[in-house]
Each structure stands twice: as structure tokens, then as C-alpha cells.
């Protein structure tokens, strides 16, 4: 399926920089995520949020609603310093993202690295040590029990 790129209103902003993307093949997508700064991600009370993890492994700076798994489990500080922004109301949104976009380039590119590394706790890598060890917990006690 091809993506749709939706022109903000020019009393929004400058139309040369932001882009709406919605349904974009993933090759589209990893494409514009490479020339993008900031992923926004406004569902509220999702249960985990995949996509905003693969906003932050892209290394974007991701801006998403406080709640659920986004809020309690992915956007989470990383060494006491902020992995990305949180909000709940639409002028809380643009609130963050004109905090983000105001932020002098290096001090983004620090959020974005941060986000980047924070993201790789939900790696394959990550998860198949998880399982090896907890399932090791589960064969001692089934040996103790049995």
C-alpha cells in the first residue's frame, strides 16, 4: 500500500517542514524515518507501542501520549535524563513539540541517541536472553516440586 503525505495548514507551519505520513509500506517508512527528527505517536492507553520503539531505535525523538505502555514502560528516562515527551492534550502536544524543535541541535541529537539507546531493551537479543534465563528459574522448580 502506498503511503499518503498529508500538507499541514501553512498557519501551522513552514510546508516544507512537516509531513503527515499515514500507511506507508515499512521500506517507505524506514526511508522517511532516516530524513525525519521527531516521531509523534498519539494513542491513547495503548498496551505496549511497538512503533514507538522503532521510532527510538530509528532515533527519532519521540513525542506520545502519557499513558499506557508508551508512558509506564518505553518512553522512560534513561539515567535520570528523558528519552523523549509526554502528553495528553492537544495543547500539550504542541507544547512538546515546540519544546523539541526549539531544542539547539546537539541537545535533540543527545535525546535521539538517548532514545536510541534506551529502544535496545526490546531487542531480540534482549528478549531470548529474558526467556533462556527465566525458563531456566522455572525448570529448577519444577525439579524441586516433582
Do not use: Y
Amino acid at each position: 500500500m502506498a503511503g499518503t503525505q498529508l500538507t499541514p495548514s501553512p498557519s501551522f507551519c513552514r510546508q516544507d517542514s512537516v509531513t503527515f505520513a499515514v500507511n506507508f509500506a515499512f521500506p517507505e517508512l524506514v526511508k522517511l524515518f532516516g530524513s525525519s527528527s521527531i516521531g509523534l505517536h498519539t494513542m491513547v492507553d495503548e498496551h505496549f507501542g511497538i512503533t514507538v520503539v522503532e521510532l527510538m531505535a530509528a532515533g527519532l525523538v519521540p513525542v506520545v501520549h502519557a499513558s499506557a505502555g508508551p508512558f509506564l514502560d518505553i518512553v522512560t528516562p534513561l539515567g535520570g535524563e528523558p528519552t523523549g515527551f509526554h502528553a495528553r492534550t492537544a495543547g500539550e502536544f504542541a507544547a512538546r513539540l515546540e519544546e523539541v524543535l526549539g531544542m539547539a541541535e546537539g541537545e535533540r541529537r543527545v535525546v535521539r541517541e538517548r532514545a536510541r539507546e534506551s529502544s535496545r531493551r526490546f531487542g531480540e537479543d534482549v528478549f531470548v536472553q529474558g526467556w533462556g534465563r527465566e525458563w531456566e528459574i522455572l525448570k529448577a522448580k519444577a525439579l524441586t516440586v516433582a
